[in-house]
């Protein structure tokens, strides 16, 4: 089939992906949420229509479809981990629009299946990649925070508040993201969870060791008492001490990590140069299998100088 008729038919359906993936991503409500409300308001089933259109029809469909598969845990995990507001189906739909246009724009345009190929992949990484700057970035702000959270803790207990009320008092006070974590751990906590379910499931949306600290002190002081504000107050000095070192650490080893980064990504980047000035040249490194064998030596040798190299600056505090 020649490629004038395979481009419109994916241009067709890339189309089609993205907007199945907004009408979802754009639906303010799941037709299942809105039956349970309706039961709880004691309005009439019959008069109850499913609202969201057909989008959220087929969303839900495919939430349901795709949760049965092993990677819809771990895949909502890290959603949750990044603050977005998708469903993994809503994810999954995106992820494939993202991939078929980097495809078809690279086809269309430059007319050379290579590159397409290549853009497509990119297009498939993009979104994930995106998703762990965004988990890390979040992390990284919730633990500079962390130590001040924590001081706020324990001069909240000191003043005669409960543990929820201070936490109350976190979600009110303090800036995102852990005013947004702490007002969900209390919603939680108001729904019925217990203290040790909220908590965790926070540690799950924000995987991070301090946080760990401060909810096992918490649980420990739960369960044999003890003096919860004095706790607080010398897993906070820790906490801030680690990160002033974590800092200074993170300065002095900025020259290693960015030579990693050149040095790991300077071969791609004269090969994909070398590409558009000459590719035959290139493209005989493909034609033969001593060129394949010699494109997986590339990639095991750059991966493990890389790999070596942030291992030698990771320094545990």
Known sequence: MPASVIAPILVGLGVLFIFIGLAGALSGRDPRVSSRLDQYAGR???LASPSGGQGVQVTTSLNQMIGRAKFAANLATQLARADLKLTVSEFVLLNLASTLLGFLLLLVLKRDLFLAVLAGVAGYFLPRIW??????????DF???LGDTITLLANSLRSGYSLLQSMETVAKELAPPV??????VVREIGLGLSYEQA???MLRRVPSPDLDLMITAINVQHEVG???AEILETIGFTIR???RIQGEIRVLTAQQTG???IVGLLPFAVGFILYLINRDYILSLFREPCGWAMVAMIFILIGSGFAIIRRIIRIEV
Do not use: A, C, H, P
């Open 44 to 46: 009439d089933d019959g």
């Open 131 to 140: 998703i762990r700057r965004r988990q890390s970035k979040r992390i990284k």
């Open 143 to 145: 633990n500079n925070q």
């Open 179 to 184: 005013s947004t974590e702490f007002e969900r």
């Open 199 to 201: 908590m965790n499931n």
């Open 226 to 228: 003890g003096n919860l």
């Open 241 to 243: 001490e680690r990160i």
């Open 259 to 261: 030579t990693g980064i």
